[in-house]
């Protein structure tokens, strides 16, 4: 029951594809700024990977944060193309380009639906961030989990003017998940009144998600960016 979000904080699918439901398991979840700029959600399952683009291309998602590996075992297969187009339904997900700096790669995709040419097409972001094996409860690098946040923010800024979405997922839409959402309000925190309240920021993503930053060293390393941050000007 704990990686089930609560009604309230459902984000409903619109794109009609066939017999799909308009359930998708994943949450909304506030920045410090901006109501609902986080979808918190699990890695897409081999049969809800279509429902996964119709959550990004619905919610006008500009940015998609990876945290945990491709692994078929688990049921997490890779579910964009590394060149050409997918199609999933109506969605069309077309590979543009990708790149890889020390512990990220950066992947563009554009995506529309075909059955709505008029609505135009979106050009998404995929953050994978390969500096948190699945043996680690935490990331190995505070200096790199940071790297990641502020590339992310600035893809928001300056493709969307930040009004854009990000959907962020691990393994389940946890722990790692709601790591990377509490540490970004956190930076937008101190980048705004120069003060920070990590309890504060941890607990509004877990009342609306209760196994958002599900371990205590997780928690601790929330605060050990905040000082990165804080100390890296």
């Given at each position: 029951m704990?990686?089930?979000p609560?009604?309230r904080?459902l984000?409903?699918?619109?794109?009609?594809?066939?017999?799909?439901?308009?359930?998708?398991?994943?949450?909304l979840?506030?920045?410090?700024?901006?109501?609902?700029a986080?979808?918190?959600?699990?890695?897409p399952?081999?049969?809800?990977?279509?429902?996964?683009?119709?959550?990004v291309?619905?919610?006008?998602?500009t940015?998609?944060?990876?945290?945990?590996?491709?692994?078929?075992?688990?049921?997490?297969?890779?579910?964009?193309?590394?060149?050409?187009?997918?199609?999933?339904?109506?969605?069309?997900?077309e590979f543009?380009?990708?790149?890889?700096?020390?512990?990220?790669?950066s992947?563009i995709?554009?995506?529309?639906n075909?059955?709505?040419?008029?609505?135009?097409?979106?050009?998404?972001?995929?953050?994978q961030?390969?500096?948190?094996?699945?043996?680690?409860?935490t990331?190995?690098?505070k200096?790199?989990?940071?790297?990641l946040?502020?590339?992310?923010?600035?893809?928001?800024?300056?493709y969307?003017?930040?009004?854009?979405r990000t959907v962020?997922?691990?393994l389940?839409?946890?722990?790692r998940?709601?790591?990377?959402?509490?540490?970004?309000?956190v930076?937008?925190?101190?980048?705004?009144?120069?003060?920070v309240d990590?309890f504060?920021?941890?607990?509004?993503?877990?009342?609306?998600?209760?196994?958002?930053?599900d371990?205590?060293?997780?928690?601790k390393?929330?605060?050990?960016?905040a000082?990165?941050?804080?100390n890296?000007?």
């Amino acid at each position: 029951m704990d990686v089930l979000p609560p009604d309230r904080c459902l984000p409903f699918l619109i794109t009609i594809d066939g017999e799909s439901s308009n359930y998708i398991n994943a949450a909304l979840m506030d920045s410090y700024k901006q109501p609902s700029a986080f979808i918190v959600t699990q890695h897409p399952l081999p049969n809800t990977v279509k429902d996964f683009w119709r959550l990004v291309l619905d919610y006008h998602c500009t940015s998609i944060v990876m945290l945990n590996d491709v692994d078929p075992a688990q049921l997490c297969p890779q579910y964009w193309p590394e060149n050409g187009v997918h199609r999933h339904g109506p969605i069309q997900v077309e590979f543009v380009s990708a790149d890889l700096e020390e512990d990220i790669i950066s992947r563009i995709f554009r995506i529309y639906n075909a059955a709505r040419p008029q609505d135009g097409y979106r050009m998404v972001q995929q953050f994978q961030f390969l500096g948190w094996p699945m043996y680690r409860d935490t990331p190995m690098s505070k200096r790199s989990f940071l790297k990641l946040i502020r590339q992310v923010d600035k893809w928001q800024d300056e493709y969307d003017g930040g009004e854009g979405r990000t959907v962020v997922h691990c393994l389940n839409g946890g722990g790692r998940s709601g790591t990377f959402c509490a540490i970004s309000i956190v930076c937008e925190m101190l980048q705004h009144q120069r003060s920070v309240d990590v309890f504060h920021a941890v607990k509004t993503l877990r009342n609306n998600k209760p196994n958002m930053v599900d371990l205590l060293d997780q928690y601790k390393f929330c605060y050990e960016v905040a000082l990165e941050y804080l100390n890296s000007g």
